[in-house]
């Protein structure tokens, strides 16, 4: 696979022998599929009847954008709606007795239904309907507008922004309004029945086994089932081999253990349901496992004609929503890892496709589903159209109360999408909206929202009791049947099904229950997270896990790739101020280099070896401070270049320079999805600043530090997050070291690097960034990283690192010490950019033989058998810590006890002193002069 650039807004992406152009901005891989379905021009025979009959035109608008307004959408009949005028076709001086010509205007079925499989091809102009020359009476254009559109699913797409979205979807609803993709037989009917009556009998089995459980269960909401198992199926049967699906509690249960879904063992989850562990504790040391409604599965699923689908469910958090943009992030991985080895496959989406689950009420309200959704287009981000389900259960809140838009579903017009409304009563129905919504998706390649309308026949569990606040709603919900006995008696009214043949499925589904229910005492769970890609890796905690391999590389190598980073095309007109930044660069390989030469000498490096780099945040590509500069832009015709792309070679991995969207949850939420996906990858997300992450809090505490423990998920993302004092005030100070540092799970008294949920590090050179972010990869093993990257060092000569620091030999040092001097009476302990400020101030003072400093680098994990032997040379001196944030933050309340457990162990009888700013509400100050003198303060706090 190759890359070359062409011009400003495209790239040439190979596969293979194929060709295909590529929408590109910045970076490599960026690229979305161009429009299949083409809009003809309307003849002039269909403009002129346009023309004529524009009252007739009016009026099919009208019940095309307004016709989901009154449709039987509402299986409890509780929305309060008013009368839609729009429908009725006495507004537009239409005649009763008149029959109008449809051509331009209306499409009509065809007189036999199809009977060929769903296709993404764009109609024939020749069918009855649009460029056709028929005419109705205004009574049959009636019928057919209201059987379309006012019936058991309610269209909106009429918003679409694109007029050749909006002629594909009048025309297949409007031609197919009865159609999935053939007429429903009797065997498919049969089948959806199975699926409701298994989830209905799964929900009653396990309240009568385990009454006090809240299984958050599906009764009410049981089309879900059916409309899952559609697209599973259609999307086996269009080719597509991968699905990435997440989905919150309500009805996960159900989706797990249908034979015909997901097929999870029932005695696995009736014996986490007893309190057994999910996994084998044995193969994962330190993992904490979680609740029931977070389990997840993957299977391949059979279809018929030796086609299958392989559905992957996430594990999610009970944040709602949050799994959103890692669903996005491991779907793009997979899909790029079929396009690179299908080379007749090149269109975004063909292979994998991510299916997103959401409940009404969260879909409506988390910010992180506006962010991934706004994500949903953007190079570097798509993955081909996502198609949304709202499984509409209501309650907790009225809707009322809980938006303040009509549907739930309307934030999703923020990107132009179609909503389809659904009645949950009519499984059906759902199934022919699942149908038309993936023919759009394989078409346009873009999202689409099913919202499918049902109700929770309990509240918000199943120990809840809902009559105290929704008391109409409930007595409603009580005196009807459930949707499975509904779809039951439908079907024994049609001769499809009997009562002996529904009670025997009823008493040989709950039979297969009873049977698993009683394996649970002899069940043993077992653990694959290192499977298939993961098969090379171990658990960090294992005797086998490499925590120190060496990461330097040939002095020969590392100049090459540095020249190789600013290496650009004689005719690239380059911004004449970054001629400066390539000359510096170049003159640096015979000196000592700086952060960004590092980082293009760790990426390169790595991508010699066949890992891919990507970068995601805003400005990624010049750096926040423009530093890095690994994308170049041509300053006449605006084409973007990636020197290491350019220059490493075809069989070298790629640099891919993602500039996101202003988003923090959702785009680092999606670079984890990667690293899930990829351990090939080094994922890294970029902040502006450090306190920028303050956003993303929520992706932090459940998917980076917890998932390994809970899920013995894998990852290896980045975070680099510029922290440092410099005056900048409250938000552009600190990354908030202090709560990364509340978050490690690492010992207070020793060494335990296997164990440790995640890494955090104030490195203070650019030869240990370089280590580290080699380091990353080169572990047989992955976990997350989180750097607080320097800013104010970014060119600072005294931070400076020669090449010699990084050559085979060399590795990341979690503890540096400065000069030593052995009439030294105090050692002053410290992270960070702090240091050059202490021996900038310890130069200019009298106390220079006095006093010695050491830096300490990883914080987590804590460096205890380095410190021992540093601190045992100052035993019965004065040890300090010194910092540059307040004392309520930064790293003092983590180091403390840490640093006296070192000095317990050495013999060390006296205490540590802390010299650093006061506590404080806020991060920084913002006012220059305290600034200067806090600073003052803080550093003759330390020395003196």
């Not at 020359?133 to 205004?138: G, Q």
């Not at 309190?275 to 059979?302: C, N």
């Not at 190598?557 to 600013?566: H, P």
Request: aromatic share 8%.
């Amino acid at each position: 696979m190759w890359f070359k650039r062409l011009d400003k807004r495209f790239l040439l992406f190979r596969v293979g022998q194929r060709r295909v152009k590529l929408y590109h901005d910045d970076a490599t891989f960026g690229y979305r599929v161009p429009s299949k379905y083409e809009l003809p021009d309307y003849t002039q025979e269909e403009l002129d009847n346009r023309n004529e009959n524009a009252p007739l035109l009016r009026y099919v608008e009208s019940v095309r954008r307004h016709g989901h307004r009154a449709a039987q959408i509402d299986p409890l009949d509780l929305m309060d709606r008013d009368p839609v005028g729009a429908l009725n076709p006495s507004r537009y001086d239409l005649q009763t007795s008149q029959s109008y010509p449809l051509q331009g205007i209306l499409h009509l079925p065809p007189s036999l239904k199809p009977t060929t499989p769903p296709t993404t091809a764009a109609p024939e102009r020749t069918e009855t309907g649009e460029g056709s020359n028929v005419s109705k009476s205004l009574e049959e254009i009636e019928k057919h507008l209201m059987e379309v559109y006012v019936d058991k699913i309610g269209f909106e797409y009429m918003h679409c922004p694109e007029k050749n979205e909006r002629l594909w979807f009048s025309h297949h609803v409007e031609t197919e309004a009865s159609s999935f993709p053939e007429p429903f037989e009797n065997q498919r009917k049969e089948h959806i029945w199975e699926l409701l009556m298994r989830s209905e009998e799964l929900d009653r089995f396990l309240g009568k086994k385990f009454p006090n459980l809240k299984r958050y269960g599906c009764e009410g909401a049981e089309s879900m089932l059916p409309a899952l198992s559609t697209l599973f199926e259609i999307s086996a049967q269009s080719g597509i081999s991968s699905i990435v699906l997440s989905l919150p509690h309500r009805g996960r249960l159900s989706l797990l253990c249908d034979p015909d879904l997901l097929d999870f063992n029932p005695t696995a989850l009736f014996s986490k349901i007893k309190g057994k562990p999910e996994f084998d504790p044995s193969s994962a040391p330190g993992a904490t496992g979680d609740v029931i409604s977070h389990l997840s599965a993957t299977r391949e699923i059979p279809f018929g004609n030796d086609k299958s689908v392989q559905v992957k469910m996430l594990q999610n958090p009970s944040h709602l929503e949050a799994v959103n943009p890692v669903a996005l992030g491991v779907t793009r991985s997979k899909q790029m890892e079929l396009l690179k080895s299908s080379p007749k496959e090149c269109q975004l989406g063909d292979k994998a496709m991510c299916v997103q689950l959401h409940g009404d009420a969260a879909f409506a309200g988390q910010g992180v589903v506006s962010e991934s959704l706004g994500l949903s287009g953007l190079p570097h981000f798509g993955s081909g159209g996502t198609v949304h389900i709202i499984v509409n259960i209501g309650y907790t809140t009225p809707a009322s109360l809980a938006r303040s838009s009509v549907y739930s579903s309307d934030v999703a017009k923020m990107i132009g999408c179609p909503i389809l409304h659904v009645n949950g009563d009519y499984p059906e129905a759902v199934a022919r909206a699942v149908d038309i919504a993936f023919r759009y998706r394989q078409m346009f390649r873009k999202d689409v929202v099913i919202d499918l309308i049902c109700y929770r026949r309990w509240g918000h569990n199943e120990l809840d009791e809902p009559g105290y606040t929704q008391p109409k709603m409930y007595e409603k919900i009580r005196g009807r049947k459930s949707v499975p006995e509904l779809y039951e008696a439908r079907l024994k009214e049609q001769g499809i099904l009997t009562e002996e043949t529904a009670s025997q499925a009823r008493k040989a589904y709950n039979a297969r229950l009873e049977d698993h229910f009683s394996q649970i005492e002899s069940y043993k769970a077992k653990s694959d997270m290192l499977e298939g890609k993961w098969k090379d890796y171990v658990w960090p905690a294992g005797s086998e896990a490499q925590h120190h391999p060496d990461t330097g590389v040939n002095n020969a190598e590392l100049k090459e790739i540095a020249k190789a980073s600013v290496t650009l095309p004689e005719d690239f007109n380059i911004h004449s101020r970054l001629k400066r930044h390539i000359s510096s660069r170049l003159k640096s390989l015979e000196a000592k280099v700086d952060f960004a030469t590092a980082e293009a000498m760790a990426f390169g490096s790595l991508m010699k070896e066949g890992y891919d780099v990507r970068i995601s945040g805003q400005d990624v590509g010049r750096g926040t401070f423009s530093q890095r500069h690994a994308m170049f832009v041509d300053q006449k015709t605006e084409s973007c270049l990636i020197p290491l792309n350019e220059q490493l070679g075809e069989d070298a991995g790629k640099l891919e320079l993602a500039n996101s969207s202003l988003s923090e949850m959702a785009v680092l939420g999606f670079e984890v999805g990667l690293s899930w996906s990829n351990p090939k990858l080094l994922p890294m997300w970029e902040a502006q600043f450090g306190d920028f992450m303050n956003g993303a809090q929520s992706m932090i505490d459940t998917f980076i530090v917890g998932a390994q423990a809970k899920w013995l998920k894998q990852s290896g993302i980045v975070m680099m997050l510029p922290h440092g004092y410099d005056g900048a005030g409250p938000e552009h100070s600190s990354c908030k070291i202090e709560r990364f540092l509340q978050l490690s799970n690492d010992s207070r008294t020793s060494n335990t690097h296997g164990d440790i949920n995640l890494t955090f590090v104030n490195p203070s050179t650019p030869a240990q960034l370089f280590h580290l972010l080699r380091r990353q990869m080169k572990r047989n093993y992955r976990r997350p990283l989180v750097i607080a990257s320097p800013k104010g060092l970014l060119r600072s000569p005294l931070a400076a690192s020669s090449l010699e620091d990084m050559t085979p030999g060399t590795t990341f040092q979690p503890l540096l010490e400065g000069p030593t001097n052995p009439s030294a009476q105090r050692v002053i302990l410290c992270s960070g950019k702090h240091y050059y400020t202490l021996l900038e101030a310890l130069g200019k003072s009298d106390k220079s033989s006095s006093v010695d400093l050491v830096r300490i680098e990883e914080l987590s994990p804590f460096p205890y058998s380095e410190l021992e032997k540093v601190l045992k040379k100052y035993k019965g001196k004065e040890v300090v810590w010194a910092q540059e944030e307040p004392s309520n933050q930064g790293a003092w309340s983590y180091v403390k006890p840490r640093l006296e457990s070192v000095m317990e162990s050495v013999g060390h009888e006296g205490k540590i002193r802390y010299a650093g700013r006061a506590g404080g509400a806020t991060t920084a100050v913002a006012v220059g002069e305290w600034h200067k003198k806090e600073v003052e303060e803080i550093v003759r706090d330390a020395l003196d």
